[in-house]
Nanobody, 123 residues
Framework: QVQLVESGGGLVQAGGSLRLSCAAS????????VGWFRQAPGKEREFVAA????????YYADSDQGRFTISRDNAKNTVYLQMNSLKPEDTAVYYC????????????????WGQGTQVTVSS
C-alpha cells in the first residue's frame, strides 16, 4: 500500500508560481510512476504530468504548454510539480497519484491517490 501526501498548494496571483510536493509513506517510489491530476469545480479530472521514477521519463499534458515541470528527488522520495506562469484556469484541486510501472495519462491507470491540495490562481 502506498500512501501519498501532497503539499504546496495555496493562493497565488496570475503569473505567479507554486511548487507542489508529493511524498510517499510505506515504500519508496523506485518501482512506481507518479502522476499529477487536477479537477476544477464542475469539470472532469484531467491529467497534468507524470514521471516514471526509474527512468526519469516525463509526460505532460498539452495544456501545460511548457509551464509545468515534474521532477523527483531520490533522497527525499518525493515528486515535485513546479508550476510557473499560473493562470486562473489552473485553479483546481491537484492530486498526486502512483502506479507500478511506467507513467500513464489516464487516471484510471493509477490505483493510489492522495487527498489533494487546492491551488487557487487569482486574476
Amino acid at each position: 500500500q502506498v500512501q501519498l501526501v501532497e503539499s504546496g498548494g495555496g493562493l497565488v496571483q496570475a503569473g505567479g508560481s507554486l511548487r507542489l510536493s508529493c511524498a510517499a509513506s510505506g515504500r519508496t517510489f523506485s518501482s512506481y510512476a507518479v502522476g499529477w491530476f487536477r479537477q476544477a469545480p464542475g469539470k472532469e479530472r484531467e491529467f497534468v504530468a507524470a514521471i516514471t521514477w526509474s527512468s526519469g521519463i516525463t509526460y505532460y499534458a498539452d495544456s501545460d504548454q511548457g509551464r509545468f515541470t515534474i521532477s523527483r528527488d531520490n533522497a527525499k522520495n518525493t515528486v515535485y510539480l513546479q508550476m510557473n506562469s499560473l493562470k486562473p484556469e489552473d485553479t483546481a484541486v491537484y492530486y498526486c497519484t502512483a502506479r507500478l510501472g511506467t507513467g500513464k495519462t489516464r487516471g484510471d491507470d493509477y490505483p493510489y491517490w492522495g487527498q489533494g491540495t487546492q491551488v487557487t490562481v487569482s486574476s
